[in-house]
């Protein structure tokens, strides 16, 4: 039984996390959280101890989350987690990290009001968060309590309009809520339309946001933009496109955001395109695809340009919707749904390339997978 948790030491009885420990080595045993599909009978989000030496990992408790498609880490050191489902049942849960402990604490939750939330962020100032609503074509956004606990849905933002490929977008469907480096714009894309909704942020109001984008940035026709990322300057971002299964490279001034180049991921045209992550060098930019060809397009960054050269394909297990980095760059965890585990690979920083350590981690359905400070306050 595990009996605390840290980001730099993790305690256990009976365990190698607890053996390491005594060694007094420098090896990190951190903190890693997956979030999957379940059904009521199951826990859907789980902590485990990751050993970033080996790369081996180890269960430590189940957190009291339905359902749990996506969850972020908020700068002031709670979690919120999105549990995915009809507009009757879907919520928003905040979770307090364990500290010492291996018992997470649901503080609360609240009705997200709309159907099949997907994304979740915090506002720049910490005072909102927010709910990419994916079947609803809406934005939820709830204030903050001080004590980081959710407050009733205080705005719905709604999306209209539609896009060329029918079957995909007969109407809106927001997939990712991100904002600018400069905490100046939230940007939501939506998937429905082929559009960045783009909006400034008011602290100074009741909501975030006004009701109605600023501007929205059309993309490609029948792209199906999904996830976006920024590099470390924040002068360049790039979005995943689920249906064309292509990058776009936008250029951002501080005030727009104008696309620069579109680069296909893969080209088995499977409109499955999942997650976008930057190396954490910036040198090379990795997005997951799924359906065909299920694997991780692997990108050079061009330090002058910050365009896109293709290198390379990974293999992965089925159905690689969401992926992260360990903290220190070495390794490359993977979310494989239809495979039931989370896959781990060895990352070569100077070539980007990725190699399956034959590490797995057992979840049902996992579709989000993210390291977490537990001590963070």
């Given at each position: 039984?595990?009996?605390?948790?840290?980001?730099?030491?993790?305690?256990?009885?009976?365990?190698?996390?607890?053996?390491?420990?005594?060694?007094?080595?420098?090896?990190?045993?951190?903190?890693?959280?997956?979030?999957?599909?379940?059904?009521?009978?199951?826990?859907?989000?789980?902590?485990?101890?990751?050993?970033?030496?080996?790369?081996?990992?180890?269960?430590?408790?189940?957190?009291?989350?339905?359902?749990?498609?996506?969850f972020i880490q908020a700068p002031s050191g709670l979690i919120y987690v999105v549990g995915e489902g009809d507009e009757a049942g879907s919520m928003i849960t905040a979770v307090r990290p364990s500290g010492q402990y291996a018992n997470p604490e649901v503080i609360n939750s609240q009705?997200?009001?709309?159907?099949?939330?997907?994304?979740?962020?915090?506002?720049?100032?910490?005072?909102?968060?927010?709910?990419?609503?994916?079947?609803?074509?809406?934005?939820?956004?709830?204030?903050?309590?001080?004590?980081?606990?959710?407050?009733?849905?205080?705005?719905?933002?709604?999306?209209?309009?539609?896009?060329?490929?029918?079957?995909?977008?007969?109407?809106?469907?927001?997939?990712?809520i991100s904002f600018t480096p400069d905490g100046k714009y939230m940007l939501v894309n939506d998937l429905g339309t082929d559009q960045i909704h783009q909006f400034s942020i008011n602290s100074d109001s009741i909501s975030p946001v006004r009701s109605v984008s600023d501007k929205d940035?059309?993309?490609?026709?029948?792209?199906?933009?999904?996830?976006?990322?920024?590099?470390?300057?924040?002068?360049?971002?790039?979005?995943?496109?689920?249906?064309?299964?292509?990058?776009?490279?936008?250029?951002?001034?501080?005030?727009?955001?104008?696309?620069?180049?579109?680069?296909?991921?893969?080209?088995?045209?499977?409109?499955?395109?999942?997650?976008?992550?930057?190396?954490?060098?910036?040198?090379?930019?990795?997005?997951?695809?799924?359906?065909?060809?299920?694997?991780?397009?692997?990108?050079?960054?061009?330090?002058?340009?910050?365009?896109?050269?293709?290198?390379?394909?990974?293999?992965?297990?089925?159905?690689?919707?969401?992926?992260?980095?360990?903290?220190?760059?070495?390794?490359?965890?993977?979310?494989?749904?239809?495979?039931?585990?989370?896959?781990?690979?060895?990352?070569?920083?100077?070539?980007?390339?990725?190699?399956?350590?034959?590490?797995?981690?057992?979840?049902?359905?996992?579709?989000?997978?993210?390291?977490?400070?537990?001590?963070?306050?």
């Amino acid at each position: 039984m595990l009996c605390c948790i840290g980001i730099v030491s993790i305690g256990c009885s009976n365990s190698k996390q607890s053996e390491k420990m005594s060694d007094n080595t420098e090896n990190q045993i951190l903190t890693l959280m997956v979030g999957s599909y379940s059904d009521s009978t199951e826990t859907a989000l789980r902590t485990y101890a990751f050993d970033a030496e080996d790369g081996s990992s180890e269960f430590i408790c189940p957190v009291p989350v339905a359902n749990a498609s996506y969850f972020i880490q908020a700068p002031s050191g709670l979690i919120y987690v999105v549990g995915e489902g009809d507009e009757a049942g879907s919520m928003i849960t905040a979770v307090r990290p364990s500290g010492q402990y291996a018992n997470p604490e649901v503080i609360n939750s609240q009705l997200v009001g709309s159907s099949a939330p997907c994304y979740v962020a915090v506002t720049p100032d910490g005072k909102y968060v927010v709910t990419a609503n994916y079947n609803g074509g809406n934005a939820s956004v709830f204030p903050l309590a001080d004590d980081g606990s959710v407050r009733p849905r205080c705005e719905l933002l709604e999306f209209v309009g539609n896009g060329p490929v029918e079957s995909r977008q007969d109407k809106s469907h927001p997939h990712c809520i991100s904002f600018t480096p400069d905490g100046k714009y939230m940007l939501v894309n939506d998937l429905g339309t082929d559009q960045i909704h783009q909006f400034s942020i008011n602290s100074d109001s009741i909501s975030p946001v006004r009701s109605v984008s600023d501007k929205d940035i059309e993309i490609k026709p029948g792209s199906g933009p999904r996830h976006i990322v920024f590099n470390q300057a924040g002068e360049m971002a790039y979005l995943i496109n689920e249906i064309s299964d292509a990058v776009t490279v936008l250029k951002y001034d501080g005030q727009n955001l104008e696309p620069v180049q579109y680069i296909q991921a893969d080209t088995a045209n499977a409109q499955g395109a999942g997650d976008i992550h930057l190396s954490g060098d910036g040198k090379y930019l990795y997005a997951s695809l799924r359906l065909k060809h299920d694997g991780i397009a692997t990108f050079k960054v061009d330090p002058a340009t910050g365009l896109l050269t293709h290198i390379g394909h990974t293999t992965t297990l089925r159905h690689p919707r969401n992926f992260t980095f360990s903290p220190d760059g070495r390794y490359m965890l993977v979310a494989s749904r239809d495979d039931n585990a989370v896959q781990i690979f060895a990352v070569d920083k100077e070539t980007g390339a990725l190699t399956d350590t034959g590490n797995r981690i057992d979840v049902p359905k996992p579709v989000c997978v993210k390291f977490i400070n537990p001590e963070a306050r």
